[in-house]
C-alpha cells in the first residue's frame, strides 16, 4: 500500500532527476543560510557552481555529529530562530544532547514520510496506532504520533513504561499496530505471558513498527510469534528527520529510503570514498529538503548495504538490508570483527535460549574476551548440571561456526539481565570502564 | 519413585537464600538436599514434603525449577547400608549419575535418592533384592 503513490513509485530515473535537481537546490539554499556550511565551503575552496550533478556530491564535505555537537545548541541552523517550531535532543552518552530543530515544513516533510511508513506495512485509517515509543525529547514518540494523526490512525500516545497499562490499553482499546524499540517489545510480550495474557486470544495486534536499535532476522521471527503480528523495521536518527528515514514494506526485505527526501551513499569508513552499490560502509545522508537544520553528507555510523534493486511491492526507493550495527559498536575480539547483531542472530536461533542477552567484553591479560550472559529458562532446566552444560557447549559451538569466534558462555537466572523500555543496553565494555 | 524439585541458582551470595525462605514462608518441609555446583552456577535439588506446591509456588516467584521422578529406596539405618545399593545396581552394570541420603525420624531406616542411566531395570533388580523402592507417600508421611 502507498501513502503517496506517485513519490513512492518514481522509476529510478525519475528519481534520480528529482534528486540531483534538490540537491542543486539544498547547496543553494545552505551555502546561502548556513554560516557553518559557508565557511566550511571557503576552506575547501567549493563554489556551488561545482555541484551540477548528483555525482558531484561526492565534493561535499562530511557532517559529523561533533559538528552539531561543537555547534551547540543552534549553530547548525539554516533559518532565524523565529522559523523554528520544534526541537528534539537525542541523549548525550557521551556529553551535551545533540540538539535538532524543525521549521512549520520539516515538520510537515516529517509527517509525509512517516504516514508513508505507517502505510508501507499495511496500516490504514482504520487502525488503532500504539505508540510506546518515548514521548519528549526523543524523536520516537512524536514521530510516529504525528504520522499517525497524519494517516488517520486513532493515535495511542501511551509513551514509554508501565507495561501492565500499556497491555491493559492495548486490549481494551483494541490497538492494531504497536509501535516501540523491539527489545520493549520483546519485554511486553514476556510480561504479557506473565500476566496469562495471550496476544492470540486478548490482543489485536496486527502490525508492529519497530527500530531505534538494530535488530536480527530471528528476534523478528520471535517478536512476530510472541506478539502474533507482522513486525517490520523502521529506520531514523534524529539529526536527518527522526524515524521515517526508511521503512520496511509488506516485503519484509529491508527498509526502504525516502530517497526522495534523504539522499543515502555508503562510504568507506576509513578513506571516506564513496563506495559502489552492494558494497557495505557507513551510511550517509543528505537531506534535500530540510530547512530548519539541513545536513550534508551527515555520517551516520551505521554500517550496512544498500539494495537498489525494484521491490515486489513496486517501490525503486533503495532499501537499507538490515543495520549490522554502529560503526562504534563494532567489536574486535582477537582481532575478529563482530557486530553485537550478528551474535544476536545466532542466539535466537536457539530455542533454549532466552530473548535477552548481554555480551561482556574483558580482557584477561592481552586478550581480550567476550562472555555471553544468557538467561536459562523453563525449557532447559533439568536435574542434571550436564545438561546446562551441553547447552553452554552448544552455544559456543554455534557462535563458533557461525562467526569464527570463542566466547565464553554464562547462564544466569532469568530476570538477572536489565530489561529495557527504550533502547537496550546489549553491551558491557569492561575494557573502556576500567580505562575510564 | 518420589518427587524430585531442581531449581537453577546462580553460584552467587544470596541465591538459595532466596529459595530456602519462598520455602520457609509456604511451610514446606525439605526432607533433603543436595547441590551440583559448576563455577558459575549450581542446581538446587530438594525432597519435600509437598512437591506439588513447592513447585507452583517457586513458579510463582520467577524461579527456573523443574520437578521430575527420582528412584528413592529404602535402607536400613546402619553401616553399609549405601553400599548394598550400589553393589546390586554395579553388579548389573548400572550407573549411578548422582545420589545423596537422608535418614527419617525414627533413626532406625534411611532412604536414598537415585538418578541411574537404566532406570527400569534399576528398579527391577533393586525389587529382586528386595529392596523397597519409595513412593511420594513414603516422603511426606516421614
Redesign the interface.
Known sequence: MYWNKEAETLKRDELEKLQEKRLKSIVNYVYKNSRFYREKFKELNLKISDINSIDGITKLPFTQKSDLRDNYPYGMLSTDMGDIIRVHASSGTTGKPTVVAYTRNDIDMWSEVMARSIVAPGGTKNDVLHVAYGYGLFTGGLGLHYGGERVGCTVIPASGGNTQRQLLLMHDLKSTILACTPSYAIYIAEYAK?EDIDPKEDLNLKIGIFGAEPWSESIRRRIEDALDLKAFDIYGLSEIVGPGVAQECEEQNGAHIWSDHFFPEIIDPETGEQLGEGEEGELVFTTLTKEGMPLLRYRTGDRTVLEYDKCACGRYHPRIMRIRGRTDDMLIIRGVNVFPSQIEHVLMKIPEVGSHYLLIVDKKGPLDILTVRVE???KI?????KD??KLEEKIKNSISNALGLNVDV???????IPRSEGKAVRIRDLRKEKRG | MIKQISIFLENEPGRLVKVAKILGNANINIRALTVAETSDFGILRLIVDDPERAYSILKENNIVVVMDDVLGVEVVDKPGGLARIAEILSNQNINIEYVYAFVTNSHEKAFIVLRVDEEERAINVLKENDVRILTSEDVTEI
Do not use: N, R
Not at chain 1, 554464562?410 to 538477572?416: R, Y
Open positions: 506473565k536459562v529458562t523453563d532446566i533439568s536435574d542434571k548440571v546446562l552444560m554464562e547462564l544466569v537466572e532469568p530476570g538477572e
